[in-house]
């Protein structure tokens, strides 16, 4: 079964730091990857998500993330992170066939110090 | 607004009784998707239907948990006999499947708190 692990549950920067989330995924097939965000009190929002072409995605506000199919990795990027980024981060993970559930994993809190 | 909606936002019940949650997708949309989330948790994975069909089932989903998604457009999220362990935030989401492999991202709706006392 297809599974989704994000290393680190809690992560502090200081703004203007740089940010990388990791998030390892278990399937041997061709998959689709997502990372999603969810901002305090409001509803999970697309990042960006990666189906195929060029590993290096990029999303809004900044964020990238890069397909590593070798390490079976999706890790997500951003320079410079700010205040507002403060938020949980989701890695999902959804098969390459006609009838696919999209797994999470479960979470980074990030907080931003000012 | 055109997004996924879901209702109540809240509900409180008492344990023993039954709950009915309610999903409309984005219309266009052909697969929906039923979430669990508890504090501090990655949105648990309960249910999806493809237009009507309902393909997959947790494991983790009790007897107690039933949905429908009767005519391929809202669905339904009913739990029997709650228990207080059934509190949480239930999610709902909706994609468009292009059939084999093809598809969008979930697009979710904010979410029905649940609390069980």
């Known amino acids: 079964a297809q599974s989704v692990s994000q290393h680190n549950h809690h992560v502090i920067l200081s703004e203007a730091a740089s940010l990388e989330l990791g998030c390892n995924y278990s399937?041997?097939?061709?998959?689709?990857l997502f990372w999603y965000v969810q901002y305090p009190g409001q509803h999970l929002q697309l990042l960006l998500k990666?189906?195929?072409?060029?590993?290096l995605v990029k999303g809004i506000k900044g964020f990238e993330a890069e397909f590593i199919k070798s390490k079976f990795s999706f890790n997500l990027r951003k320079p410079s992170v700010q205040w507002s980024d403060t938020a949980e981060y989701f890695c999902?993970?959804?098969?390459?066939?006609?009838?696919?559930?999209?797994?999470f994993g479960s979470g980074t809190r990030l907080s931003i110090r000012p | 607004d055109t997004g996924v909606s879901q209702d109540p936002r809240h509900k409180i019940t008492k344990r023993g009784q039954n709950v009915t949650f309610r999903c409309d997708p984005i219309?266009?949309?052909?697969?929906l998707y039923w979430y669990r989330q508890t504090l501090g948790q990655g949105p648990e994975f309960l249910t999806y239907?493809?237009?009507?069909?309902?393909?997959?089932k947790s494991r983790l989903l009790s007897d107690r948990f039933s949905a429908e998604r009767p005519k391929g457009s809202f669905s339904t999220l009913e739990i029997q006999r709650t228990e207080q362990g059934d509190s949480a935030m239930y999610l709902c989401?909706?994609?468009?499947?292009?059939?084999?492999?093809?598809?969008?991202?979930?697009?979710f709706g904010q979410g029905t708190r649940l609390t069980v006392v």
């Open positions: 990666y189906f195929s072409g060029d590993p």
């Open positions: 399937y041997g097939g061709t998959v689709n």
């Open positions: 989401a909706s994609s468009l499947g292009m059939g084999q492999g093809g598809g969008t991202e979930a697009f």
């Open positions: 219309s266009e949309h052909n697969r």
């Open positions: 999902a993970v959804n098969t390459y066939s006609s009838a696919s559930k999209i797994i």
């Open positions: 239907f493809q237009n009507e069909a309902q393909l997959e």
